[in-house]
């Protein structure tokens, strides 16, 4: 199914571990990228460790920023600025790519608006990069019934963007999963950032969406 394909991922803490997400080996950009997991978590236990495992695919960037928003053209570090820097620096390119960001935008009360015009200006900019490659936009969990409204709201808008972005690109609905609300809090390392089961999770919902979507291939 997807068995030699390279993965690249734009993200934020959720995503981010101790010389992986900051290896300028692989790519120069990523030299002063903060991190937030590293050992003694297993870098094996990373969702993202799991889905490489499981399809029997390889890294190619991991570029994520901890505590980044999406939003922000202002910023260099944002996440709308970063994704034309998903492939090598010796030139190899993600066939598969995993764009997981929202959740320090709808915590920093960014507007709507705000996140709706860079949310799609990142996947316009994947587009035109990485034309090739298969685009997966996890969407925001319901972790928080005081923000469920509001996130709400932010995963209508990563969904219109990913319609708008085209056929390579499609919704992975975290929001939906079993990992929401108390079972979310339960599943973590400070209230916040997934523990091994809660990666584990994450890992099982977007396993779930790339076998039907890769089903064909």
């Known amino acids: ?3 030699g394909k390279k993965l690249s991922i734009l993200g934020d803490s959720l995503s981010a571990y101790k010389n992986v997400s900051n290896d300028a080996s692989v790519c120069d950009v990523l030299k002063y990228n903060p991190y937030f997991y590293k050992d003694p978590f297993p870098l094996e236990k990373m969702y993202w460790s799991r889905l490489l495992r499981e399809f029997g695919m390889t890294l190619c960037v991991n570029n994520s920023w901890s505590g980044g928003n999406l939003s922000g053209r202002d910023n260099p570090d944002a996440g709308v600025n970063r994704a034309h820097r998903l492939s090598r620096d010796d030139g190899t390119m993600p066939d598969v790519i995993i764009v997981l960001m929202g959740m320090n ?10 996140f709706a015009d860079d949310y799609q200006r990142t996947l316009n900019t994947v587009r035109n990069t990485y034309p090739d490659a298969e685009v997966c936009c996890v969407n925001l969990p319901d972790r928080d019934d005081k923000l469920k409204a509001r996130a709400e709201a932010f995963n209508r808008v990563i969904s219109h963007a990913v319609q708008v972005a085209g056929d390579r690109f499609f919704v992975v609905d975290l929001f939906s ?3 929401n ?3 979310y809090y339960t599943n973590t390392v ?3 950032h997934p523990d091994e ?3 584990r999770i994450i890992s099982e ?3 779930d969406a790339w076998r039907v979507r890769f089903a064909k291939t």
């Open 181 to 183: 609300n108390d079972f």
């Open 105 to 114: 935008d709808l915590g920093r009360n960014v507007p709507l608006e705000v």
């Open 177 to 179: 999963s079993r990992l």
């Open 1 to 3: 199914m997807l068995q």
């Open 205 to 207: 919902v977007i396993a």
């Open 190 to 192: 400070d209230g916040l």
């Open 197 to 199: 089961d809660g990666m």
